[in-house]
């Protein structure tokens, strides 16, 4: 028995809602092989002065070499990159690699309001990773950052953006509206002659965490499943607005997407 083979290159999230954790649990959720490379160790909390741990580039370059060695990857994702070396480290081994089905999830900030990508690493990542990109997914913040320009305020201004990214060099250009105010839940795909418009009803909670995680990771396992770009995003949106919708809280701030919500419970 075989089933599609995906790879998540990014950081640990310790309180499971983001990053690798978010990613595995969604890769199951689609019937997909999941396999991780940590770039870094996030465990943001009061009592310890660090949070963020920074994996030996050995330590990542090792962990993409086995899951290619001893698997194979149909399909693979990148999330929080952190430093520049890593960025240029990263980008070095998927040119190698082979694999079209690539996405990246230019995770920058976090939730929780921590720094998941240094400053000086956003133009190596823009330059060397994003060319590589089947499908790159920027929220509206990380877009503007991208661009150096104002985060989108409207629909119109998404499309704009869309455009402008696309000539970054990935073939797909996803802009994430999920923060746009006085509008619905909408995105923007953008493959360099049209834009295709996915919107779903706003579902007003404060408990998101991961879930940009989560669109980029189904985007991802559907590459590896065979469909297209179009489909694989609209299957993923429908799956991280199930997540948000039945969004669990811990009753201490900002709580996780359910990633089981789509499967356990009925809409």
Known sequence: MSIPKVLTIAGSAAQGSAGIQADLKTFQEFNVYGMSAVTAIVANNKQTERGIFTQPMEAIEAQIYASFEHVGVDALKTGMLFTEDIIKKVAGLIKASEVTNVVVDPVMIGKMGSQLLKDEAIKTLTQELVPLAKVVTPNL???????????????????????????????????????????????????????????????ETIHTSGAGCTYSAAITAELANGYSVEDAVRRAKSFVTSAIRHALSFDRGIGSTYHAAHRIISD
Do not use: F, N, W
């Open 141 to 203: 913040h990380e877009a503007a950052r991208m661009l150096q320009c104002e985060v989108p305020e409207t629909p119109e201004d998404m499309k704009v953006v869309a455009r402008d990214l696309y000539h970054l060099g990935a073939e797909y250009v996803l802009v994430k509206g999920g923060s746009l105010k006085g509008y619905p839940a909408v995105d923007m795909l953008y493959d360099g002659s049209s834009i295709t418009e996915l919107e779903t009803e706003r579902v």
